[in-house]
């Protein structure tokens, strides 16, 4: 079956979505894709040490950050990245057909922030065919303006993070989370050697991530972002983490299409608002 229920991997609900030979993997618990394989080829990064049990974030794969990306402006005491990631889902409905496989999920818990509790809803719609797209859909069911952040926190699996690199970076600004939110501009190649952590603003539309050591591309096309979030942890801090490899900084990078810091969107009430990205490998 090209969408079917998994039970047994994990202690965790799962789908597994197939279209030829490519498959996806999600847990409902967040929505969060944990496998995107194309052949023999895995192009996400998954933690060795990574939880899967419910309420604790999955380490790797793409976790859904939502209604907010990193630490919350409007209270620092609220979880890191939103709610969305530790939250359950239900599934709406599935289709396939010769050209893909979809499944469309909702947010099905109650929101643990009072502030969050029934103002808005949010559906993820996981498509897959000759590349995965995804989309996050959030509409405003409350009375008055909702200021709204969200990222694809997407971790890509690489064969050294000193041998990728990504060109239409070069020329952007960024904010320098690792130096107290300075700002500054890329105007030479990204180099990953220690941690970074940069909200790239105004990118363009499509990012391509080269990696050497693999003869690949990775091909990301995202929509409804304001900003992309490069990450990487580096030794340090990678060490300092219990769900995170001492040494899996080396083998993966995080790029995120996000809406984070002050790029906020202001959601009027009954209006929607959709963030989503095609992630496409090219090999050669």
Avoid at 74 to 84: E, K, L, T, V, Y
Wanted: aromatic share 8%.
């Amino acid at each position: 079956m090209p969408v079917r229920e998994l039970k047994g991997r994990t202690k965790l609900p799962e789908l597994m979505l197939e279209h030829g030979d490519a498959r996806v993997r999600l847990a409902l618990q967040g929505a969060h894709i944990t496998e995107y394989t194309v052949g023999n080829t895995e192009l996400l990064w998954i933690s060795e040490s990574a939880r899967f049990a419910e309420g604790v974030s999955i380490r790797g794969g793409i976790p859904l950050c939502w209604p907010w990306f990193g630490a919350s402006l409007d209270d620092p005491d609220w979880p890191q990245h939103g709610f969305a990631r530790v939250a359950q889902f239900r599934l709406l409905s599935k289709e396939s057909s010769s050209n893909y496989a979809t499944a469309v999920l909702a947010l099905d818990s109650l929101a643990p922030v009072p502030e969050w509790a029934g103002v808005a809803s949010l559906e993820v719609e996981i498509r897959l065919s000759d590349h995965l797209w995804m989309e996050l859909r959030t509409t405003n069911r409350s009375d008055r303006d909702l200021l709204l952040g969200a990222g694809l926190h997407s971790y890509f699996q690489v064969s050294a993070c000193d041998e990728i690199s990504m060109p239409a970076l070069t020329g952007l600004a960024f904010v320098d989370m690792t130096a107290g939110f300075e700002r500054a501009k890329q105007t030479e190649a990204l180099e990953i050697t220690d941690e970074v952590d940069r909200v790239y603003l105004g990118p363009p539309r499509i990012v391509e991530l080269f990696d050497s050591g693999r003869s690949r591309k990775i091909e990301i096309d995202a929509w409804g972002n304001t900003d992309l979030v490069v990450w990487n942890p580096g030794p340090r801090v990678a060490a300092s983490m219990e769900d995170f490899d001492d040494y899996g900084y080396q083998r993966m990078v995080c790029i995120e299409p996000a809406i984070a810091l002050e790029n906020r969107v202001r959601l009027q009430p009954g209006a929607r608002h959709a963030i989503g990205q095609t992630i496409k490998c090219i090999h050669g």
